[in-house]
């Protein structure tokens, strides 16, 4: 896998302007900017592109946060253990 950090809102924008992506785990709150956005503008670049909100919050705790964004394949706690991340994000490549 190639992984690539971007530090908020205007980074991200700015690599998916430049890059593919298959999938993009997005922490749901940002310091800089909007995850939403984020993931609307890669829905927008990027349709196939699916993307994993990682949050300590219990914001869209209700699931509705498949409604909000139609890219969202799963939805964690923050707390997820890396390897369990990563073979989720390896399982949502594959699909």
């Known amino acids: 896998m190639h992984v690539t950090l971007a530090a908020g ?3 991200a924008v700015t690599f998916l302007s430049d890059h593919g992506a298959d999938i993009i785990v997005l922490d749901l709150v940002l ?8 993931s609307d503008f890669a829905s927008y670049r990027h349709p196939n592109a ?6 300590d919050t219990t914001f869209f705790s ?10 969202a394949c799963a ?4 707390g997820t253990p890396p390897e369990d991340l990563a073979a989720m994000v390896e399982h949502y490549a594959a699909s």
């Not at 310091?31 to 984020?38: E, I, N, Q, T, Y």
């Not at 209700?62 to 890219?71: K, L, P, R, T, V």
């Not at 939805?75 to 923050?78: A, G, K, L, T, Y």
């Open 9 to 11: 809102q205007q980074e």
């Open 75 to 78: 939805f964690v706690p923050s």
């Open 62 to 71: 209700d699931g509705s946060i498949f409604n909000h964004a139609s890219n």
């Open 50 to 55: 699916r993307v994993i909100f990682v949050t």
């Open 31 to 38: 310091a800089d900017g909007s995850a939403l956005a984020v």
